[in-house]
């Protein structure tokens, strides 16, 4: 009986779960998982020699993962997890509706917004991570004529190298964190991106993350390239289906922007959050980072967070050319037993740079919620400007907020302004709505909805809806 | 904590030893709370400023646990116009006077206090009424994760007592003024200070803590304060410690119904300083307002860390810290709002502003809410920046010179704390004294 064959016997959740056939490495990490998963993948040597390095770095922490955010879980065992598992048949992917997770349709039928009509309709080029393979783009002569690599990050390693080895690790190096290492060392796939001079992407690119294999980890790794003058907006959906079990999920996420360059990445993480009890879900350990390279670029992130049993993430951005942007815009949501520590850092490096945070939690049930936010002005950094606004809003008495800032201000040219608020619904407005007719439930989603309104406003139309939808699907029961 | 740098310090250990076998006359529970403290000390260590130690994070107190310390040294000699220069000073304020760590009679002053309240030296309270206290010593400062508080506890020996019965008022402020004379050498003092305030009780104290020595001398202090239901004490703490100076002081407050509690801390000096407050509103209708301002020059670095514990229903805090760092000092802000679950209608801002006034400086601000119940407004907001250049070209527009404008936005940005200050007397004296490093501080720094 073949690894694949017991997992496939084992029990599992009321959730979905694709029957799809996989190439599995049994669990376990060592060296030589590494270099399976390296040749499997057929990379150059270059490939497999940072992945070692990464490993043995990784090593050098000995399970030291990060104890410092407000989230506990028991220790992961990090050999009980498989490390690569492909689809065997390449065109097996979530490419039509059948194979979509009938829980997630059946979101998206509340949400009132086909899937895969949705795209079409608006145009996204996806390339779906299957698990650990990239399994299809769509789109792809329209960008090809406008230079704009779109691949899954294999491809990218044996296609285009030179990418590879001048960006690979430059925002996020393998010494970064515990699980930046663990990611850099066992990652399978995930998406590149590279938008040469002065080409503004006309469709928005988009990735669809999802954890299919009982017991994997996912590991992608997403490599975005703005050249000067290029423009990008980039979207990145992920789901699961329900398992009593909890899955990993450690990725990475690179973002280059050089001169006059502008990212915009918009995440919307609806990992399977365990049951109302807190089994199961996916731990969402990730870092995202990007940097602000060149003069006058700007990096934009934007998330909401539904999902997941633990969130850790962080999405950054580094400063460092002058008169450079970063922004972030972020509504956590978290209901029954989900925890979320999540925020962002932003290192101001050069003259002249700006960045934003706006910051909405919400959290609702048992849930645990904490900004955790880092604004760094270094001394070089003159004139720098940070504005951040982290608002939180409880629903029910056993939930929790925390508000986590660092501020540490190198220069005294710069201006950093921090405000928070924690509140429930407001009774007052609340009357308001209920006077004139509107039931209580829907008079605290408008409310709530309001509340994330300037989150929602900067994610791109068709992830605004569903968003919003998303929101009212989650907090199913805890309002009202 | 996690922590240790040093070995055990048996420097520490060694002037424990030579403590305790003079100490024999001290109550049971004491000396058994003491070696406790002292076990517990030794396993702690000092703190050690690497990642993931949040409490110092910012604050490396490595020059302190590699000071060469004397423990047994004896005082020097102070006089009353000495003391009147150094701090602020009315004759009518009951005071108890400590040099170089010791009690000085002389210089001590209890007459006019009304009827029933107890002002005594910790040793003369521990020999007469040891009773009245062991309920309270050592319970309101924990020991047993603060390795500061720790090792004052180890060496508890003397400081102040303040016990206020219920209903008195005092219209005088308490005054409990620590001064380390020039020729002291690098001493260290561990001096402790308990007040038992009872039901509807009113008073201020004013501990100070003040020095022109130059030495690298170390004052580690803990307050212990206890506000019965209804009482209201108005609190100030004047660090001004000898430019060398390290100084860690511990306040901790337990507040029971209806108790409201004001603490102004302003900070000038030292060359390594820690403020450690923390507020346990313990019980519904607690309130505590809290302000601090601090001026840093040269290398200086201070840090405030405050806690404010909401654990009942109904309880306010105010937090207003200013910062204004000049030449290449640095320092930290760390407030944190815990709300727990339960404490339904509780009310807390918190806030933290800082003026930049020249390069080189550094401020670290980590102002938190850790909110676990739903029903409660907190809010809390941090800036840091240079002085509004609008309004510095606004008062220069109209004829000030630049160092003069700047001195006016200076003192302006000061007085919202010193202007507040509960105790009125302090207010003059602070503008008076604070308006001179400002003003001096102005000229280094680039137009």
């Known amino acids: ?480 | 904590m996690p922590t240790v740098t040093a070995p055990p310090t048996s420097p520490y250990q060694s002037a424990y030893d030579s403590l305790a076998s003079q100490s024999a006359q001290q109550p049971a529970w004491l000396r058994d709370l003491r070696r406790n403290a002292m076990q517990r000390f030794a396993h702690l260590g000092f703190p050690t400023a690497r990642r993931g130690n949040e409490p110092w994070k910012y604050t490396s107190v490595a020059p302190i646990a590699q000071a060469a310390l004397a423990h047994d040294a004896a005082a020097g000699a102070a006089t009353l116009a000495h003391l009147k220069r150094l701090a602020p000073w009315r004759d009518a304020w009951p005071r108890l006077v400590f040099v170089d760590g010791r009690y000085n009679a002389r210089l001590s002053s209890c007459d006019s206090l009304p009827r029933g309240v107890r002002l005594h030296t910790l040793a003369h309270a521990l020999a007469t009424d040891p009773a009245a206290l062991e309920p309270h010593l050592g319970h309101i400062a924990s020991w047993t994760d603060d390795a500061f508080v720790a090792l004052n506890t180890a060496f508890l020996a003397d400081g102040a007592v303040l016990i206020i019965p219920p209903g008195a008022v005092l219209e005088e402020p308490v005054h409990i003024l620590h001064v380390v004379t020039d020729g002291a050498g690098a001493i260290a003092a561990h001096p402790r200070t308990l007040v038992l305030a009872g039901d509807r009780s009113r008073a201020a104290i004013i501990e100070t803590f003040v020095s022109a020595s130059g030495a690298a001398y170390f004052t580690n202090a803990v307050t212990e304060i206890v506000a019965a239901p209804s009482a209201q004490i108005a609190h100030a703490k004047l660090m001004l410690e000898g430019a060398a100076s390290y100084h860690v002081g511990g306040t901790c407050v337990r507040q029971a119904q209806d108790s409201a509690f004001t603490s102004a801390s302003i900070s000038s000096g030292a060359a390594l300083a820690r403020n450690n407050l923390a507020i346990l509103l313990a019980s519904p209708g607690a309130s505590c307002n809290l302000s601090g301002l601090s001026l840093t020059a040269g290398s200086q670095h201070l840090d405030n860390t405050l806690s404010v514990d909401h654990a009942a229903p109904h309880t306010t805090s105010r937090q207003i810290y200013k910062g204004i760092l000049d030449g290449q000092s640095r320092a930290v802000f760390v407030g944190r709002v815990l709300v727990r679950q339960g404490a339904t209608k509780a009310d807390a801002v918190q806030r933290s502003k800082n003026l930049l006034l020249s390069r080189g400086a550094e401020i670290d601000a980590k102002p938190s809410l850790e909110i676990l119940t739903d029903d409660v407004r907190c809010s809390h907001g941090a800036t840091a920046g240079e002085l509004d250049q609008s309004a510095l070209f606004y008062l220069m527009s109209r004829g000030l010179p630049r160092d003069a404008a700047r001195s006016l936005l200076v003192q302006a940005f000061a007085s919202e704390i010193i202007q507040s200050l509960a105790i009125a007397p302090l207010r003059t004296w602070l503008d008076r004294r604070l308006a001179l490093p400002l003003a001096a501080s102005h000229a280094e720094v680039p137009a």
């Open chain 1, 1 to 480: 009986m073949t690894t694949a064959d017991r997992l496939a016997q084992k029990e599992y959740g009321y959730g979905f779960v694709s029957p799809v056939e996989a190439d599995t490495l049994p669990k376990g990490l060592s060296e030589d998982t590494i270099r399976l998963i390296s040749q499997k993948k057929g990379e150059p040597e270059f490939m497999l020699e940072w992945r070692l390095k990464a490993y043995r770095h990784w090593l050098t922490l000995e399970g030291q993962s990060p104890a410092w955010a407000n989230v506990s879980h028991d220790p992961i065992d990090f050999q009980d997890i498989i490390y690569y598992s492909a689809p065997k048949g390449k065109t097996d992917g979530p490419k039509n509706l059948q194979e979509v997770d009938p829980e997630i349709l059946r979101a998206f039928e509340k949400l009132g917004i086909p899937l895969e009509e949705q795209k079409r309709l608006s145009g996204i080029a996806v390339d779906a991570v299957f698990d650990s393979v990239s399994v299809a783009t769509t789109y792809k002569d329209t960008l090809d004529k406008l230079g704009i690599i779109f691949c899954s990050f294999s491809e990218a390693v044996k296609n285009h190298p030179d990418l590879i080895k001048k960006y690979l690790g430059s925002v996020v190096p393998y010494t970064d964190n515990f699980y930046a290492a663990l990611n850099a060392a066992v990652f399978s796939d995930g998406s590149f991106a590279y938008i040469p001079k002065g080409v503004r992407c006309p469709v928005e690119l988009m990735t669809y993350f999802r954890i299919n294999q009982a017991d994997t980890g996912q590991f992608e790794r997403t490599l975005i390239v703005a050249d000067e003058s290029a423009y990008v907006s980039y979207l990145e959906g992920c789901t699961a289906p329900s398992r009593k079990r909890n899955q990993l999920h450690a990725a990475v996420v690179e973002l280059v922007a050089l001169d006059n360059a502008e990212i915009k990445y918009s995440t919307l993480q609806n990992w399977f959050p365990g049951d109302a009890e807190g089994k199961g879900g996916v731990y969402n350990f990730v870092t995202k980072r990007g940097k602000a390279l060149g003069r006058k670029s700007k990096i934009s992130w934007t998330q909401v967070e539904t999902g997941s049993a633990i969130t850790w993430k962080y999405p950054s951005v580094i400063l460092q050319g002058d008169d450079s942007v970063g922004e972030f815009y972020s509504v956590a949501l978290v209901n029954n037993r989900q925890q979320a520590d999540t925020g962002t850092k932003m290192i101001h490096l050069g003259k002249n740079t700006r960045s934003t945070i706006i910051s909405k939690g919400i959290s609702a049930g048992r849930g645990q919620n904490t900004y955790r936010g880092l604004v760094r002005i270094l001394p070089g950094a003159e004139h720098a400007r940070n504005y951040t606004q982290c608002d939180s809003l409880l629903l029910g008495s056993a939930c929790s907020a925390s508000t986590v800032p660092y501020i540490e201000v190198r220069n005294p040219t710069a201006q950093v302004e921090h405000e928070a608020s924690t509140s429930k619904v407001s009774d007052d407005q609340l009357f308001y709505c209920m006077q004139r007719g509107i039931s209580e439930e829907d008079a605290r989603f408008m409310i709530i909805n309001g509340f994330c309104r300037e989150i929602f406003k900067e994610l791109p139309w068709e992830f605004a809806v569903e968003a919003s939808q998303l929101l009212k699907v989650s907090l199913e029961g805890a309002v009202g």
